[in-house]
T-cell receptor, first 113, second 109 residues
């Protein structure tokens, strides 16, 4: 039973560029959440997708957008990258009826130079 | 979501029980308490959750006080692999996990 997978594992981008991160949920899960984790901090909620729609959003600017596909996989897009966007981006999947039991992937380490 | 307070760090000897406290005095009656941990360089891992009653699973036990203002996560026989940051989270109705800074538990040989 595959767990949550994310790609790529590491990424280096330049300020102003755009980036797309990908996530495949745990088998059987229908809900995907994205988190940003800066060094030394706890993960911060970006948004959550269910039935291909954004269900909940954290305090992040519109530069952060996402998508969920019919197979429940998801993408996180960040436009106009800033140095402050450098972080570990975590994807978590869950069942709609158990929103707080989330299974996390290993994350994508994004470095913006 | 309820605000939670945890000590920044704790130490525990290998093989002994690790008791991690969490204060959640503002938790509402229908909010669960969730515990996650994050081992270095990995994504967080769900451990256990509870509402009123004490809970136990293969990883840990959760003791919630009768007034629900605090709880304790117990790892009965800590191993070196239990060294991690442990997060206590109050779950509301908006589906998101609100992580604080957690407690860094260091298990020493």
């Amino acid at each position: 039973d595959a767990g949550v997978t994310q790609s790529p594992t590491h990424l280096i981008k330049t300020r102003g560029q755009q980036v797309t991160l990908r996530c495949s949920p745990k088998s059987g899960h229908d809900t995907v959440s994205w988190y940003q984790q800066a060094l030394g901090q706890g993960p911060q909620f970006i948004f959550q997708y269910y039935e291909e729609e954004e269900r909940q959003r954290g305090n992040f600017p519109d530069r952060f957008s996402g998508h969920q596909f019919p197979n429940y996989s998801s993408e996180l897009n960040v436009n106009a990258l800033l140095l402050g966007d450098s972080a570990l981006y975590l994807c978590a999947s869950s069942l709609v009826g158990q929103p707080y039991e989330q299974y996390f992937g290993p994350g994508t380490r994004l470095t913006v130079t | 979501d309820a605000k939670t307070t945890q000590p920044p760090s704790m130490d525990c000897a290998e093989g002994r029980a690790a008791n991690l406290p969490c204060n959640h005095s503002t938790i509402s009656g229908n909010e669960y308490v969730y515990w996650y941990r994050q081992i270095h360089s990995q994504g967080p891992q769900y451990i256990i959750h509870g509402l009123k009653n004490n809970e136990t699973n293969e990883m840990a036990s959760l003791i919630i006080t009768e007034d629900r203002k605090s709880s304790t996560l117990i790892l009965p026989h800590a191993t070196l692999r239990d060294t991690a940051v442990y997060y206590c989270i109050g779950g509301g109705s908006n589906y998101k996990l609100t992580f604080g800074k957690g407690t860094l538990l260091t298990v020493n040989p």
